[in-house]
């Protein structure tokens, strides 16, 4: 029984050395083949290299062309409200009904309208200072509520709008002529809610 333990003792002692060299020579092998790349795999590695950065620039490309394309339907945005705001329908003198070219101003207006469905405004009716006060107050008023009529004519709902007039009270222009006179003579919008 001894005989036997001591055997397996030596062939213990036998093995272990071996086991060892296999163990460190096999280690080695891999940090070797790890360090060691081979021509197909460093081109390997560049090409997914080059992908990343490709679908990097590309992504900084749409964020980019996202970006202009917001700035631009900003510029419209504002451009439009502009034309909205500033653009007023005007009537001939001591009149009320809407005129051709007023008709097209008012049309454009229901187009801006149509396409925001949130916005709420109040139409202001003015005079030029010819008459009496009272006179260009109802004059006014009838004025806002004809373009207001006519908008509904067009599908705008009427809750949308409210309307009041200035008579001669707010005028844009206060030369003496016809031409001022002109500008004076308007239906006015103002956006009040959105």
Known sequence: MRRQGLILFLVALLILPVFALTTTSC???????QVGLTDEEKAKLEAERLAREKAAA??????????????????????????????????????????????????????????????????QGHCDERGTEAYNMALGDRRA?????????????????????FGESRPLCSDRNEGCWQ???????????Q
């Open 58 to 123: 590309e992504a900084e490309a749409r964020r980019q062309a996202t970006l202009r394309e917001q700035e631009l339907a900003k510029q419209r945005e504002a451009a439009a409200r502009d034309a909205f705001l500033n653009e007023h329908a005007l009537f001939d003198f001591d009149k009320y009904n809407v005129r051709p070219d007023a008709e097209a101003v008012l049309r454009a207006k229901a187009g801006y309208m149509n396409a925001r469905s949130n916005v709420l405004v109040e139409i």
């Open 27 to 33: 280690a080695r092998k891999e940090v070797k083949k």
């Open 183 to 193: 500008q004076n003579r308007r239906a006015q919008f103002v956006i009040i809610g």
């Open 145 to 165: 509520k004809s373009a207001k009529n006519f908008l509904e004519t067009l599908g705008i709902a009427g809750p949308r709008m409210s309307t009041v007039s």
